[in-house]
């Protein structure tokens, strides 16, 4: 069977990019999902790289700020009017799964740039570098975020994440509502 040709995805400025899951807490599915007009375009992410995408957006908006964008074009906070409660578009069709994910900074525009790879069966595999429309490579989701915008899916992100199951005081590991085996009270079972 032939290879299919790498497909890459993008969305500038799009009407929509949120995390969002689907199932219920600690059984939940995340997605990373972008939208503009009637094309929509779901992956499946693990919660751990919707957390890292989060706090590195954050950290990049805070590293450029003054020095390779204009101090006003970057809100320290997330604007008002940008917050996203709603549930995920659908149909909810799984387009990938992210392996790898890529974060930039278009100095031209002042744009936040995401991309998410595909995960890739090679062995050995160095996901793309930014930007890089190679025909071989896995499937790409890229996507250019305004400053405002990008501190909004960040800030949603961090509220998606923490509504799932509440983290145990001590070893912060989610707690299961049956109870959950601590590693810090090394093994005895604590009662939720």
């Not at 499946?44 to 908006?61: G, M, S, W, Y």
């Not at 020095?67 to 009017?81: C, G, K, N, S, Y």
């Not at 940008?82 to 799984?94: G, H, I, K």
């Not at 049956?178 to 810090?184: F, K, M, S």
Request: overall charge negative; aromatic content about 6%; hydrophobic content about 40%.
């Amino acid at each position: 069977m032939p290879d299919m040709p790498r497909r890459i995805l993008e969305f500038r400025l799009p009407e929509r990019f949120v995390v969002g899951t689907a199932g219920m807490p600690g059984d939940r599915t995340f997605y990373l999902q972008a939208r503009s007009a009637d094309q929509i375009v779901s992956l499946i992410c693990e919660k751990q790289q919707a957390v890292v995408l989060a706090e590195r957006i954050d950290q990049l908006l805070n590293e450029v700020t003054g020095t390779r964008a204009p101090a006003d074009a970057i809100p320290t906070q997330a604007p008002v009017e940008l917050a996203d409660n709603a549930p995920l578009d659908v149909p909810l069709e799984e387009e990938f799964r992210v392996g790898a994910m890529a974060l930039g900074w278009d100095e031209a525009n002042n744009l936040v740039v995401i991309e998410a790879h595909a995960v890739s069966e090679i062995e050995n595999f160095e996901p793309p570098e930014l930007a890089d429309d190679d025909a071989d490579g896995p499937d790409t989701l890229r996507v250019w975020l305004s400053a405002p915008y990008a501190r909004a899916f960040a800030d949603r992100t961090r509220t998606v994440v923490a509504s799932g199951r509440p983290s145990c005081p001590f070893c912060q590991q989610p707690l299961d509502p049956l109870g959950h085996i601590c590693p810090r009270a090394n093994g005895y079972k604590r009662r939720s």
